[in-house]
């Protein structure tokens, strides 16, 4: 059988990961800027991370959501430790569309409505109400288009003020900073003002975390920076290191019952073991504080660098800004210096999305590598 091919893939075959490291089939070494686009938290092969899951895959790996769990307890008591909204309840899925789809459900089960406003340049992934609030009609298929939702212009309040009063809306879904659609964050009043039209209108604010989350800014959530409570955060990414693994977080206001939401997966022994792991790890190895000293780090030495004109983005989320389209720099770093990095809708910005647990020879090592490309370009 062949494989569906929707992916343009790298002829490279990694076969082990190691820290900020990973290696093919020939142990040829490449730095990992990219993290598996922002998936990779506590880095490739944790010793504590693999211990917990082979120990667990001893025991059981998988049995129903029909019966106890007392890892999914273990779980959400952990992330109530790291978490803001300390109220918030825990749903538990395999991805991050999955969790931006329950997210969009509950919202319309809560208040009834199904107009959801979303933004330019967003992405929430492929999922049937996900990929309608996604905002690139190249991966929207008519079928999706039934859906009804409203796109305005990122960080512009008017717009959002007019679809308030145009529609129904029942649901606000944001990415504090706008991953795939290029590092944009707005201003701490907009998220703000969103919070407040929601309590106004009866609407729901989803916070969609899913790669901004689990530490990726130096915070536990990006939106902590901005003071707000939303009343769903997706997560999903960071939270397995690479096991699949997702999460809804949903406010005291919401209320469960039972046949509501459901998967056969979610929530399974080994995805919530990945879980605790990344969870453990970023206690006891300081990893926000860590993630915030890197970042620093790394600004400075790409400041630099003459050809970076913007850096975009927070913590270990970053994107570095050209006056030239970068797919050639991203293409060279990764064949001729093995530095693996990401792209974006922007096609100026090279994106940085480490693991954590990076340090100040790897930063140093980028920058050697990124400035000797840059020279050959
Ligand atoms: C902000 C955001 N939301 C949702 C998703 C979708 O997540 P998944 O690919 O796990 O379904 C992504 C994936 O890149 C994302 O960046």
Redesign the pocket.
């Known amino acids: 059988m062949k494989l569906f091919d929707v992916y343009p893939l790298y002829n490279i075959t990694p076969t082990s990961g190691k820290g900020a490291y990973i290696y093919d089939e020939n142990e040829l070494k490449y730095l990992d800027l990219y993290g598996g686009?922002a998936v990779i938290s506590v880095g490739h092969s944790h010793p504590t991370y693999v211990q917990k899951l082979q120990d667990q895959l001893s025991k059981i790996s998988f049995y129903s959501n029909a019966v106890q769990n007392p890892l999914q307890v273990a779980l959400a008591d952990k992330l109530k430790e790291f978490s803001p909204c300390k109220e918030h309840q825990l749903f538990l899925c395999n991805?991050?569309?999955?969790a931006?789809e329950n997210a969009l459900k509950l919202a319309s089960f809560h208040n009834g409505k199904k107009t959801v406003l979303a933004f330019k340049n967003g992405?929430?992934?492929?999922t049937s109400a996900a990929v309608a609030a996604t905002d690139n009609p190249k991966i929207t298929a008519p079928l999706n288009q039934q859906q009804e939702v409203v796109f305005c212009e990122f960080g512009n309040l008017t717009a959002v003020e007019e679809a308030f009063n145009q529609h129904a809306i029942c649901a606000v879904i944001f990415?504090t900073i706008q991953?795939?659609g290029g590092l944009e964050e707005a201003t701490s009043d907009f998220y703000q003002r969103l919070a407040s039209l929601c309590k106004e209108h009866n609407s729901i604010l989803i916070a969609?975390e899913?790669?901004s989350g689990f530490g990726r800014t130096g915070d536990f959530f990006a939106f902590e920076k901005h003071q707000i409570t939303p009343d769903i955060i997706t997560i999903?990414?960071g939270m397995g290191n690479g096991f699949p693994v997702?999460g809804v977080l949903i406010s005291p206001e919401i209320k469960a019952s039972y046949g509501l939401l459901g998967t056969t997966f979610g929530g399974n022994h080994l995805a919530c073991t990945a879980s605790l792991a990344v969870l453990e790890i970023m206690a006891s190895e300081n990893l926000l504080t860590q993630v915030q000293k890197m970042s620093d780090y790394l600004i400075a030495q790409v400041q630099t660098i003459p050809e970076v004109k913007h850096i975009k983005g927070r913590g270990l989320m970053l994107g570095l800004e050209f006056d030239f389209p970068i797919s050639k720099l991203r293409k060279q770093l990764i064949e001729h210096q093995q530095v693996f990095t990401g792209s974006s809708k922007n096609p100026h910005l090279l994106r940085i999305l480490p693991p954590y647990c990076i340090g100040h020879e790897e930063i140093d090592l980028f920058i050697q590598k990124l400035k000797s490309e840059l020279k050959n370009l």
């Open positions: 686009h991805s991050g569309a999955e931006n992405f929430h992934g492929r990415e991953g795939v969609d899913v790669q999903a990414k997702g």
